[in-house]
């Protein structure tokens, strides 16, 4: 059983940016798709953005295409985001997950397996 460690959240200005990490307990991870989803107060949980770790395949939400990035690091057994053009609508709980899923199920939470206990990100001024 892989475990999830997010880190990187915090508050930044609109326009700002951050980088989270999720970083996995061993290297099982690359067997799976890395999903990145946020949960806003009162609203349901989404997902942002996710990579399949072999063969690099890259899935995003159209809300943050053009502003937020998806990696891996091989020597780490970590996945990044990277966030820029922050704005307030951004703001919300980011989680990542691991599971083994297909183009027809990467956006769908009930997908993935493993979580990491999530970290907040807030965009306010």
Avoid: H
Avoid at 29 to 39: E, M, N
Avoid at 42 to 54: D, Y
């Amino acid at each position: 059983q892989v475990q999830l460690v997010e880190s990187g959240g915090g508050l930044v200005q609109p326009g700002g940016s951050l980088r989270l990490s999720c970083a996995a307990s061993d290297s099982t991870i690359r067997d799976y798709t890395v999903g990145w989803f946020r949960q806003a107060p009162g609203k349901e949980r989404e997902f942002v953005t996710g990579i399949r770790w072999s063969g690099g395949n890259i899935y995003a939400a159209d809300s943050v295409k053009g502003r937020f990035a998806v990696s891996r690091d091989y020597a780490k057994n970590t996945v990044y985001l990277q966030m820029n053009r922050l704005t307030p609508e951004d703001t919300a709980v980011y989680y990542c997950a691991a599971g083994r899923t297909i183009a027809s199920t990467v956006r769908s939470s009930g997908a993935y397996y493993y979580w990491g206990q999530g970290t907040q990100v807030t965009v306010s001024s």
